[in-house]
C-alpha cells in the first residue's frame, strides 16, 4: 500500500536557526497536506499543495511540492519557540480525496531559547 | 476550538467494561473520521463515514464499533479492549469537495486500557 515517509523524526535547531522536514511519497499524490500538532495537542491543519512544482509561503514557513508530485519539503527560517510541535505531511490514499488521507510518521521540532 | 468536540479527554478502562467516545462537530461538514494515534506511530486511519454512511474500515478489530446517527456526531463504542489500544483517538471531519479535502480534528481522547 502506499507509504509516506517523513525525515528526519526529530530535529533540535536552537532559536533562530533554520529547520526543514522532507516527505517522500511511493506513490504519486494529487495534492499533499501539512499539519502541526503541538505538544499534548490534535494536529492542525496549515497547507494544501495541489500542482506540481508549488510553492507556498506562510510568514516564515515555506512549503514547496515536487515536480512529480511525490515528494514535499516544509522550511521554517528563523525558528522560534512557538514552533515547536509535529509536522506532518500527509497525502489521499484509496484513489479518492474523500479524507482518506496517509501520514507521514511525522517530524518532532524542538528549540532551545 | 477547531468546532470539533470530543468527550471525554481521558478514560481509564479495564480490558472487560464497555464505554463509548463521543465527537460532535460544529461545521456543517458532511465527513466524518476517527483516527488512532500511538506512541511513535503515523496517524492511523480507523472509520470514514461520508453523509452519514461508512465508506471506510480499515481493517479495525470488531472490538472497535463505530456508529454515525447523523453528519454531525460520531461514536466510537469500545468493548473487551487490549492493553495495546492504549492511544490517543481522534475525531476529524471535512467538507467533501473532491479536490483534497483538508480535517478538522478534535481534541482527542486519551485513552489507558488497563
Known amino acids: 500500500g502506499q507509504q509516506v515517509m517523513q525525515i528526519p523524526q526529530y530535529q533540535h535547531v536552537q532559536e533562530g536557526e533554520d529547520f526543514t522536514t522532507y516527505c517522500n511519497s511511493s506513490?504519486?499524490?494529487?495534492?499533499i497536506q501539512w499539519y502541526k500538532q503541538r505538544p499534548g495537542g490534535h494536529p492542525v491543519f496549515l497547507i494544501q499543495l495541489v500542482k506540481s512544482g508549488e510553492v507556498k509561503k506562510q510568514k516564515r514557513l515555506t512549503f514547496q511540492f515536487g515536480e512529480a508530485k511525490k515528494n514535499s519539503s516544509l522550511h521554517i527560517t528563523a525558528t522560534q519557540t512557538t514552533d515547536v510541535g509535529t509536522y506532518f505531511c500527509?497525502?489521499?490514499?484509496?484513489?479518492?480525496?474523500?479524507?482518506?488521507?496517509?501520514f507521514g510518521q511525522g517530524t518532532i521540532l524542538t528549540v532551545h531559547p | 476550538e477547531t468546532g470539533v468536540t470530543q468527550t471525554p479527554r481521558h478514560l481509564v478502562m479495564g480490558m472487560t467494561n464497555k464505554k463509548s467516545l463521543k465527537c460532535e462537530q460544529h461545521l456543517g461538514h458532511n465527513a466524518m473520521y476517527w483516527y488512532k494515534q500511538s506512541a511513535k506511530k503515523p496517524l492511523e486511519l480507523m472509520f470514514v463515514y461520508n453523509f452519514k454512511e461508512q465508506t471506510e474500515n480499515n481493517s479495525v478489530p470488531s472490538r472497535f464499533s463505530p456508529e454515525c446517527p447523523n453528519s454531525s456526531h460520531l461514536f466510537l463504542h469500545l468493548h473487551t479492549l487490549q492493553p495495546e489500544d492504549s492511544a490517543l483517538y481522534l475525531c476529524a471531519s471535512s467538507q467533501l469537495t473532491g479536490t483534497g479535502e483538508k480535517l478538522f480534528f478534535g481534541s482527542g481522547t486519551q485513552l489507558s486500557v488497563l
Open positions: 506513490t504519486t499524490l494529487s495534492n
Open positions: 500527509a497525502g489521499p490514499s484509496g484513489g479518492t480525496s474523500y479524507g482518506k488521507l496517509t
